[in-house]
């Protein structure tokens, strides 16, 4: 390649979205030829937070205005966050990409964007580029919403307990567990007409890569390749960069003290950083991991520290340990832990996965029920709570069946396949890397 070529990419700044994007973007530039620049352009809060672990002279953030208001000091639930960004695109989107061009002299040749902003393909068409969609869930979330229109035409609330058998990919899916917007819940939401304009416009992109590998959901890949453009499994990228993380880097303490355990006997707890159980259920959960006398390690903020039973943190001290953060792929893959209590979203999925650790679901939004339903009739790697809920005699009960039964080994025996499939599509021939290879090659030509 002789001349520069300027690919900017377009993050989604909540929950892991710019961070998956970002690993995405850390790939693409270990295998880019000389002469790639790469703009990467998210909110100031997003940009500070995945930017402070890596600095990387071939990315160059970017910050787009997040659409708050300076005057306001009110405190906004992540929800009115999402809301009041969305107002604000593209607009803040299409001012920093003339400041990247203006600064790098060079004009973008190609737009990488989260499959979440639709409008990636407007910006694309008015610059007279190429633009390439990254999806960072599964291939079936990805599948229930580019299907959403068929879905409805055939399926209500009403019957919200019957598998949407006429999709192969997703005929083991309940309605009841479609994410939000496709049948159930708020669809008038602002998240849920975003969804919607995706459908509509990725159609257009050259490419749609999916955080997934193709042996994990080969039938809902196949359902989404007559309507879009080069459908590519290039994942996950738990696996598929280099950790940013090492063992020095564990400023708890969660490694040392695992080292100190059995092999599989840890139950690992970590919820995400968006959304955590309700009061309520934090205190059953709680209860559980007190009378259980399991060992446990629990990744838990500090604003959340309140919600435990009083006495929690001293009675348990000697079997358990209550930390604000934890490197969650390293501690999924030390020996001890044998189960992770999980909420499913898909990048703890997994993690779960390559690290090969059985599950205890409790689903909280978006993809999460379909993970979890997944997870339990389909892969059968782990268990979803009784009613989805954490009640401190049901959590026991998991807890003993994954730990101690017969069933438990068989689950941990399923995601050993599973773990084994997808070190097999992330090596030198498999279909992540077949894919990634493919869509690289896409947004360098396209």
């Known amino acids: 390649m002789t001349k520069t070529f300027h690919i900017a990419v377009l993050a989604f700044p909540f929950g892991s979205h710019a961070a998956a994007i970002l690993n995405l973007t850390r790939r693409l530039v270990a295998s880019a030829p000389p ?8 909110t100031p809060a997003s940009n500070t937070k995945i930017f402070s672990i890596l600095k990387h002279s071939l990315i160059k953030p970017y910050d787009v205005w997040d659409g708050v208001m300076a005057e306001e ?3 906004k639930s992540p929800q009115e966050l999402v809301e009041i960004f969305l107002k604000a695109t593209p607009d803040n989107f299409n001012v920093i990409l003339k400041k990247a061009e203006a600064e790098t002299g060079v004009q973008v040749s190609c737009l990488l964007a989260d499959a979440f902003l639709w409008f990636a393909d407007d910006m694309a068409k008015e610059m007279s580029v190429p633009w390439l969609a990254f999806w960072v869930a599964g291939a079936s979330s990805l599948s229930a919403h580019v299907h959403t229109d068929l879905i409805r035409a055939h399926y209500s609330v009403a019957n919200k307990e019957e598998n949407v058998k006429i999709l192969p990919g997703l005929s083991a899916i309940r309605v009841a567990d479609l994410p939000e917007g496709v049948v159930c819940g708020d669809l008038k939401s602002a998240l849920s007409k975003m969804l919607q304009e995706m459908v509509t416009k990725l159609t257009g992109a050259t490419a749609v890569a999916i955080n997934s590998f193709e042996e994990l959901e080969p039938l809902a890949t196949i359902d989404l390749k007559p309507i879009l453009r080069n459908v590519l499994n290039i994942g996950p990228s738990t696996i598929t960069v280099p950790p940013l993380l090492s063992k020095s880097d564990d400023a708890s303490g969660c490694l040392k003290w695992l080292d ?11 919820f995400g950083n968006v959304l955590v159980p309700p009061p309520t259920e934090i205190v059953a959960l709680a209860e559980a991991l007190d009378s259980s006398k399991i060992p446990f390690i629990w990744s838990l903020p500090d604003t959340m520290r309140s919600l435990l039973p009083n006495g929690f943190s001293e009675k348990t001290s000697e079997h358990g340990k209550i930390v604000a953060w934890a490197p969650q792929l390293q501690v999924l893959g030390h020996p001890s832990v044998g189960v992770f209590i999980t909420h499913c979203g898909f990048n703890s999925l997994m993690e779960s996965i390559l690290c090969g650790v059985a599950l205890i679901v409790r689903p909280l939004l978006g993809d999460n029920m379909m993970n979890c339903r997944l997870v339990e009739e389909v892969w059968k790697i782990g268990i979803r709570v009784k009613d989805g809920k954490f009640t401190k005699c049901e959590t026991m009960k998991a807890l003993d069946s994954l730990m101690f039964s017969d069933k438990g080994k068989e689950m941990r025996d399923n995601v050993g396949i599973l773990r084994s499939l997808l070190l097999e599509s992330t090596g030198l021939n498999g279909s992540s890397t077949q894919n990634f290879k493919t869509f690289g090659d ?5």
């Open 35 to 42: 002469g790639v620049i790469f703009s990467f352009l998210s």
């Open 73 to 75: 000091a009110t405190p």
């Open 260 to 270: 100190n355990h059995e092999i599989g006997s840890v139950v690992y707890i970590g």
């Open 442 to 446: 896409l947004l360098l030509t396209a």
